[in-house]
């Protein structure tokens, strides 16, 4: 099992900046994959950005040139630089990892940790 706990939400004022965080514990081996999902009210939940092994990363068109994915495997955290914040970027922010166990793909999720951009 693989325990996740994101960090780093809040309220900002929009044009501002938050970082989030990803704290991985457990029986952690190679992630190989790291999504950062969010949700807000009444809306499915989207995936925002995906970091994978290798640095190569993807970005829903929102959020491109103002997100930022990485990584930190040493350290077994994951971050979400989000600037130039937008109120339509309001919404609970999931951390998703990707590990091989046994042979077999398994992802784990986190809490969420609200953002709220608002004035």
């Known amino acids: 099992q693989v325990q996740l706990v994101e960090s780093g939400g809040g309220l900002v004022q929009p044009g501002g900046s938050l970082r989030l965080s990803c704290a991985a514990s457990?029986?952690?081996?190679?992630?190989?994959?790291m999504g950062w999902y969010r949700q807000a009210p009444g809306k499915q939940r989207e995936l925002v950005a995906s970091w994978f092994s290798g640095g190569r990363t993807n970005y829903v068109d929102s959020v491109k040139g103002r997100f930022t994915i990485s990584r930190d495997n040493a350290k077994n955290m994951g971050y979400l630089q989000m600037n130039s914040l937008k109120p339509e970027d309001t919404a609970v922010y999931y951390c998703n990892v990707a590990q091989i166990e046994s042979g077999d793909s398994r992802d784990y999720w986190g809490q969420g940790t609200q953002v709220t951009v608002s004035s």
């Open positions: 457990g029986r952690i081996f190679s992630i190989y994959e």
